[in-house]
């Protein structure tokens, strides 16, 4: 059971995990609400390879610290 308040750090790390898989085998769209609400989220990488983005793709993400740096050609 989670207290309230308790972060789902597992869920964290899976995400983490998807991320790195997916920059392994090349991504090149990002769909709208891709990471919408993942609170935790505190830092992002697009690679170079993403020629599309969809809309709000970041949206609720309150703990970035920093802001993602986007490929030249989007």
Known sequence: RFEAGTQNI?????????IDYLNSIGLEKIHEYAFSQC????????PTTVTQIGNYILRGCTSLTTTPSLPADI
């Open 39 to 46: 609170s935790a989220l505190t830092t992002i990488s697009i």
């Open 10 to 18: 597992a869920g964290v790390i899976g995400l983490g995990s998807a």
